[in-house]
């Protein structure tokens, strides 16, 4: 058993396949001519690329620089846009429920390196991950960072540059680092 293997059994974690890097590798070959193709053309051009990828595909608008890991884990319902340069990792698995809007840089993580063993190098020691979702209407503000685990809930709006580190109830309005609650939209 190779050194790659043994530490993939020890921390639990599945290698990558010969058929994980050459999916990846024709997704980002292909994705990379659209990726930063302008709109209107481009917004269109990236949705049917994903549409064939991604585990669900509703209507969506996906502007310019959007980065996708990992897109067959990923499912986004209808009426969702997503905005210039984001960056989506469905390693763990994301899903974005119908009239959620995502503003500019928000960066989606679903998993994290582990670092509990102190002999062995973190990149040595594989990844946890967890599902991230965000529920019908929410909005999430330019520069948010969602941490793996994650639920947004429905109609919640997370306002600009805050890192969620924690769930955000429905209708609850959250900023800062970490995110906290700082109003809500039932008043």
């Known amino acids: 058993m190779s ?34 193709f302008p709109s209107p053309l481009g917004d269109y051009l990236r949705f049917v690329l994903l ?14 620089g959007v980065t996708f890991w990992y897109p067959y884990r990923i499912s986004i ?18 899903e974005i429920e119908d009239d959620v809007r995502i503003g500019h840089r928000v960066s989606i993580l679903t998993s994290d390196h582990r670092y509990t063993d102190l002999k062995t190098p973190i990149y040595r ?7 991230v979702k965000i529920l019908k209407g929410a909005w999430l503000g330019c520069n948010v960072t969602v941490l793996p685990g994650v639920t947004i809930g429905q109609g919640a ?23 906290r609650p700082i109003g809500s939209r039932k008043k």
């Open 125 to 131: 020691q594989g990844l946890v991950s967890s599902k």
């Open 157 to 179: 709006v997370v306002g600009a540059g805050a890192v969620v580190t924690k769930n955000v109830k429905d209708f609850e309005i959250v900023a800062g680092v970490p995110a």
């Open 51 to 64: 549409k064939l990828v991604c585990r669900h595909l509703g209507k969506v608008r996906i502007y310019e």
């Open 77 to 94: 319902g209808n009426n969702v846009t997503l905005n210039e340069w984001g960056y989506l990792s469905g390693y763990g698995e994301i």
């Open 3 to 36: 050194q790659n293997n043994k530490l993939h059994k020890e921390y639990n974690t599945k290698p990558y396949t010969v058929k994980d890097y050459l999916f990846h590798g024709l997704f980002f070959f292909i994705y990379g001519l659209v990726k930063y």
